[in-house]
């Protein structure tokens, strides 16, 4: 499944050049993403569906929304689970990825380079600089 995990700044490192190990791990049990089609479907922008359902959570994401698009059948290992979950501000495109523990997340995470991770523009997306993350950071 193709799906978003949105990023906030203040969980990137400078020094390393990196999101570190809090931007990508489970809470309450799965690793919180947001499935991609079920937002195309439904005629919004990537930042129209963010700003909607997850700007009252101003740990969880910045403005302009940042985000790492990828798909969980091909990136993460084999024994996850990916569970619809209807966030608490209602979102219906909300998943949990299940089954994989911390140290495995990061694992993946770890890889991936700022040229991986896209920022909202407009009504579309782009690639992120790290300029724009450290001009989000509080």
Known sequence: ?????LLHANKYNKK???FTR???R???GGLSVIEWDCIRQSGKSVA?????YYQCYPGIVGEPPIFWKFDTSVTLPAGHV???VTSDS????HHDVKGLDDSVLWGVFETKDISDFSIC???????VTEAEILAQKT
């Open 1 to 5: 499944m193709e799906c978003i995990r």
């Open 16 to 18: 390393q050049h990196k």
């Open 22 to 24: 809090p931007a990508f």
């Open 26 to 28: 489970n809470i309450a």
């Open 48 to 52: 129209d569906h963010v700003r909607q």
């Open 82 to 84: 990916v569970q619809q």
């Open 90 to 93: 209602g979102d219906i495109c």
């Open 121 to 127: 523009t407009n009504g579309g997306y782009r690639q």
